[in-house]
Nanobody, 120 residues
Framework: QVQLVESGGGLVQPGGSLRLSCAAS????????MGWYRQVPGKQRELVAR???????NYADSVKGRFTISRANAKNTVYLQMNSLKPEDTAVYYC??????????????WGQGTQVSVSS
C-alpha cells in the first residue's frame, strides 16, 4: 500500500527550531490531504496542521504563527517547520496522508511517529 517515513525529530531547547519531513511511497495515483498530528501519553492524538493539494492549510490554534506546513507534490513529501518551540510542544508527531492508489482505491495512512522533545 502506502508507506510514510518521518524524520527530523529530536531534542531541542525552548525557543529552538526543528523541521520534520514525511515522505510517502507506494502505488500512489494521486495525493490529497497531508498533515501532521501529535500525541502525548494519556491524551488523544490532535491535529497540528494539514495541507491539501492546492496548498490550503489549517493549523491548531496553539501552533499558529510558529509552525509552517508545506509540501512537495512531485515528491509526495510534507514538511513541518517548527519555530519558537515550547515545552508543551513535546509529543510524538505523526504524519498522515490520504489519496488514491493506482488501483483506484482510496488510502488513508499514518507514519510510525517521531519524537519531539523541548526541554532545557
Amino acid at each position: 500500500q502506502v508507506q510514510l517515513v518521518e524524520s527530523g525529530g529530536g531534542l531541542v531547547q525552548p525557543g529552538g527550531s526543528l523541521r520534520l519531513s514525511c515522505a510517502a511511497s507506494g502505488r500512489i495515483f494521486s495525493m490529497d490531504v497531508m498533515g501532521w498530528y501529535r500525541q502525548v501519553p494519556g491524551k488523544q492524538r490532535e491535529l497540528v496542521a494539514r495541507i491539501n493539494t492546492g496548498g490550503s492549510t489549517n493549523y491548531a490554534d496553539s501552533v499558529k504563527g510558529r509552525f509552517t506546513i508545506s509540501r512537495a507534490n512531485a515528491k509526495n513529501t510534507v514538511y513541518l517547520q517548527m519555530n519558537s518551540l515550547k515545552p508543551e510542544d513535546t509529543a510524538v508527531y505523526y504524519c498522515k496522508a490520504a489519496g488514491i492508489l493506482v488501483t483506484m482505491g482510496a488510502f488513508d495512512s499514518w507514519g510510525q511517529g517521531t519524537q519531539v522533545s523541548v526541554s532545557s
